[in-house]
């Protein structure tokens, strides 16, 4: 099993920025990418950026060039991921979630609430 610490959500005005953190342990040797999905009320869930072990990155279009996910994987048993995001919009208003793939499965969080709202 892969247990998650997600961080960094709240309540934040148009045009700040906010990080999010994401610390996963337990069964990470079979991760081989991290990222975060978000979902926001009466839509699907969506992806936002992901990364994998080797530092391959995606974003989806609507944060592309406003964020930035990063890792570390210095850690024999915790990968954490990291996703800044600047520049936000009403529209990022959402839970995120930290997800990881595993070999054959994969994980999520519980979630984080990120408003963005004067």
């Known amino acids: 099993q892969v247990q998650f610490v997600e961080s960094g959500g709240g309540l934040v005005q148009p045009g700040g920025s906010l990080r999010l953190s994401c610390a996963a342990s337990g069964t990470i040797f079979s991760i081989y990418a991290m990222g975060w999905y978000r979902q926001a009320p009466g839509k699907q869930r969506e992806l936002v950026a992901v990364i994998t072990n080797s530092g391959s990155t995606n974003y989806a279009d609507s944060v592309k060039g406003r964020s930035t996910i990063s890792r570390d994987n210095g850690k024999k048993t915790v990968k954490t991921v990291y996703l800044q995001m600047n520049t936000l919009k009403p529209e990022d208003t959402a839970v995120y979630y930290c997800?990881?793939?595993?070999?054959?499965?994969?994980?999520w969080g519980q979630g984080t609430q990120v408003t963005v709202s004067s």
């Open positions: 997800h990881a793939d595993g070999v054959g499965r994969e994980y």
